[in-house]
Nanobody
Framework: QVQLVESGGGLVQAGGFLRLSCAAS????????IAWFRQAPGKEREFVGA????????YYADSVKGRFTISRDNAKNTVYLQMNSLKPEDTAVYYC???????????????????WGQGTQVTVSS
């Protein structure tokens, strides 16, 4: 069982930055892939990025590559999403999720994730 709690969302101007945190419970945190997804109003939940077990690999959606960075601190059971050069189209509720998925073709799939946080709102104004 893994419980996830996101924090760090807020309102920021275009071009600004935010850092989201995903704090997890459980002694096996390091053995889970932790991903970030986002969902804008009226749209489906979409993959943002993922960091696989023990930080072996990190994958990003094309829309955020070069602007967003995922990092993991296993000692603190926390994964971070650093978001730079934010755009209005980044506005969404951001969720972190945990899974045993590992390969690049599966870590992007919403249904692979069993554990989800409650989400944190990110709003980017133009």
């Amino acid at each position: 069982q893994v419980q996830l709690v996101e924090s760090g969302g807020g309102l920021v101007q275009a071009g600004g930055f935010l850092r989201l945190s995903c704090a997890a419970s459980g002694r096996t945190f390091g053995s889970y892939t932790i991903a970030w997804f986002r969902q804008a109003p009226g749209k489906e939940r979409e993959f943002v990025g993922a960091n696989t077990w023990y930080g072996d690999s990190t994958y990003y959606a094309d829309s955020v590559k070069g602007r967003f960075t995922i990092s993991r601190d296993n000692a603190k059971n926390t994964v971070y999403l650093q978001m730079n050069s934010l755009k209005p189209e980044d506005t969404a509720v951001y969720y972190c999720a945990a899974s045993r998925a590992y390969h690049r073709t599966t870590v992007v799939v919403v249904s692979e994730y069993v554990y989800w946080g409650q989400g944190t709102q990110v709003t980017v104004s133009s």
